[in-house]
């Protein structure tokens, strides 16, 4: 439903703002600066400035380190949308606030949707009845978390594209051969990932995260989803003795090694898992948020290729 009204929304806005968006030809790239673009993510904002280039800035609405899963936008944020020409958003249920908060913004902007004509799988680690009846609300449909399969991540390009385009239709040729050169480099992280995870024997391909987020990740690399802390696309969930104890279970039966959390995440729960499972606690996850410059995940490129590291370097 919610993606329907995102889809409905851009179209409605897209009508209006192409008749003052555009930009004469003839003009320098710099001529589009006073275009603000705005990526909910920090990650999806990193993705786009790489379809942007140098013609427009994009700013992220998330600060780094931020889980957009229990973001809760604050008057300056609904303020920064307000002033917004272009908002980006992951879609696919993924930013729950959005579309309260575009009403309380106001005001006109392209609204892109980054996942959108993609497929969401259907979650795979379902939440026990007792857990289904407690957090209804967070219960889902399917899993949003495309980017952790960079040959989807094309697909959020090309839409990012086509939206900067309608906006600023003076920087076309720019963004289409910026898309084009990052559109190669996701072909070439797809083709490193897979000869990175051919170290790992096969029968060891096993997966246990805090919250179900790599789903697209396993389907594309050949990984064995066994469970998770949480067994939900969402961390507002939170897991029963019961659903515990199944997961103690499983993890025994598969004899998966390890135990992957983002970074921030309380580790006290896998820890205790862990004790009872003989596995190792890997806590140097990304998922959802980008790091400084001089971090280990400063763009969404780098998240990925630190991410395969741990997970390889756990499991080989």
């Known amino acids: 439903m919610q993606n329907t009204t995102f889809r409905w929304l851009t179209l409605l806005i897209l009508t209006t703002f192409l008749l003052t968006a555009c930009s004469p030809a003839t003009q320098p790239a710099s001529s589009a600066s006073t275009l603000k673009v705005l990526a909910a993510e920090t990650f999806l904002a990193d993705i786009a400035q790489n379809v942007a280039g140098e013609r427009v800035q994009v700013q992220s609405l998330l600060p780094l380190g931020v889980d957009p899963h229990t973001f809760e936008p604050t008057p300056q944020d609904v303020k920064k949308i307000a002033e917004s020409n272009v908002l980006i958003l992951n879609g696919a249920g993924f930013e729950k606030w959005a579309e309260k908060t575009l009403q309380n913004a106001g005001g006109e902007r392209l609204v892109i949707e980054a996942a959108a004509g993609l497929t969401m799988r259907e979650p795979k680690l379902e939440m026990h009845e007792h857990e289904q009846e407690t957090h209804t609300d967070h219960h889902h449909e399917g899993d949003p978390h495309f980017w952790f399969d960079p040959t989807l991540v094309i697909k959020y390009v090309e ?58 990740f396993a389907d594309r690399y050949g990984f064995t989803l066994v469970g998770a802390i949480i067994p939900n696309a969402t961390t507002e969930a939170a897991p029963s003795a019961q659903a515990l104890a199944g997961l103690i279970e499983q993890i025994r039966e598969t004899g998966a090694p390890a135990i992957f959390l983002e970074t921030g995440r309380s580790p006290q729960l896998a820890e205790q898992i862990a004790a009872e499972t003989n596995t190792t606690v890997v806590t140097d996850i990304y998922t959802h948020s980008l790091t400084e410059a001089d971090g280990k995940a400063p763009t969404y490129i780098d998240m990925m290729k630190h991410n395969v590291t741990v997970i390889v370097q756990a499991l080989k």
């Open 159 to 216: 839409n990012i594209r086509d939206g900067l385009i309608a906006a600023d239709p003076a920087g076309k040729d720019v963004y289409t051969t910026n898309a084009a050169a990052y559109i190669t480099q996701l072909n070439e992280l797809d083709a490193w990932i897979k000869t990175q995870v051919e170290q790992i024997p096969p029968q060891r391909r096993l997966l246990i995260t805090d919250h179900e987020t790599f789903g697209y």
